[in-house]
């Protein structure tokens, strides 16, 4: 009884860490359910040992000293979850059939409103938005867990290198060493997309403009033109990826079920970036079904790479229902 205002005084103060904890134990493990039990697991185990924590670093340190330690552990039992690029395969024929794997524990996409704080700091928000990119999450999947710990902790959350020895229990040396092989790993497997230049609003707004109005059309010609010559189309849970325009255009010919006027794309906000839920008509009752979640990368050419993630559970982590009502939805959580 004796620790309950204590207890107390902690959730008060540690909650507003909550968002930024949640985007941590994402970029570590790449998934937002793994991310999410993480997280609570965290505030549990800080809880538990509040009445005990001295003040030696911030409450905000100590949160994330937690949380990694929490990550690691967990990533113990785990395998990195890829995108299908990163599976080391080349690009497919489309006209070949597309095989599920669903064994597999792809990468997750993330909505912004979870991981996205009130942060008055222009500056703030935009590392915020770098740091959960899906090039940059899909990346880090390739590095061993203490590599990829000490890269977020250095790089992303700018810890000095003694802060990162102590949680680890290393040396500063070491950890400098770790980061310098972490950092050329990194660089090998990351794809160009982590450093795109980004058209201004205005130029974005237009081509995203297009971009519906030519998918809802089912006007694959328009479509492409909006793509760069390298462009990349993946689609977890099947293997299969494609490189370039005219594979992409003969896979929507062939592949994609939608037919003009059919379609429906709902604006929303994944990994910092703009992204879609695609709907398809079903034909028999005239509702429109949920397909996919798209999620793109727009450089200065044109839309770099297109992410559709088809495991309709993740719906429900964008707050997205399956099938659209007369309403439009209302996507967040």
């Known amino acids: 009884m004796t620790n309950a205002p204590v207890n107390e005084d902690f959730l008060q103060l ?3 860490y909550r968002r930024e904890l949640l985007a941590h134990c994402y970029r570590m493990l790449g ?3 793994d991310a999410e039990d993480l997280v609570q697991e965290t505030y549990l185990r800080a809880w538990r040992a509040y009445d005990r924590f001295e003040g030696r670093s911030t409450l905000r340190t100590w949160l994330y000293r937690i949380a990694t330690t929490a990550c690691l552990t967990a990533l113990e039992s785990r395998g990195r979850r890829p ?9 497919a024929d489309p006209d070949d059939a597309l095989m599920q ?10 909505p912004d409103a979870m991981v996205s704080g009130e942060q008055a700091d222009p500056a703030a928000v935009l590392v915020a938005r770098e740091s959960i990119r899906l090039a940059l999450v899909a990346a880090l999947q390739h590095l ?4 990829r710990a000490v890269l977020i902790l250095r790089d992303v959350l700018k810890w000095r290198a003694a802060e990162v020895a102590e949680l680890l229990g290393t ?9 310098q092989r972490a950092r050329a790993q990194l660089e090998q497997v990351s794809p160009t997309e982590t450093s795109v230049v980004e058209p201004v609003a205005a130029d974005q707004r237009e081509l995203l403009g297009k971009y519906v109005a030519a998918f809802e059309d089912k006007d694959v010609d328009r479509l492409v033109a909006l793509f760069t010559e390298d462009v990349v189309w993946e689609m977890p849970p099947y293997p299969e990826w494609y490189l370039g325009r005219a594979d992409i255009a003969r896979h929507l010919e062939v ?4 037919r003009a006027g059919e379609i429906r794309l709902v604006p929303i906000e994944a990994n910092g970036q703009h992204a879609f839920a695609t709907y398809f008509l079903d034909r028999e009752d005239g509702r429109y079904r949920a397909f996919n979640i798209q999620v793109l990368t727009i450089g200065a050419a044109g839309i770099t790479h297109v992410a559709n993630f088809l495991d309709l559970a993740q719906l429900d982590t964008f707050g997205l229902p399956r099938v659209l009502s007369d309403e439009p939805p209302r996507p967040g959580r």
Request: glycine share 12%.
């Open 171 to 179: 040396s500063t040396t070491a950890v400098n060493s770790v980061l």
């Open 101 to 110: 794997q669903g064994e597999v524990p792809w990468l997750e996409p993330i």
């Open 31 to 33: 998934s937002v359910h």
């Open 14 to 16: 540690a909650d507003p």
């Open 83 to 91: 995108m299908p690029t990163g599976l080391g395969g080349s690009s």
């Open 144 to 147: 061993p867990p203490r590599q």
């Open 255 to 258: 592949r994609c079920p939608g």
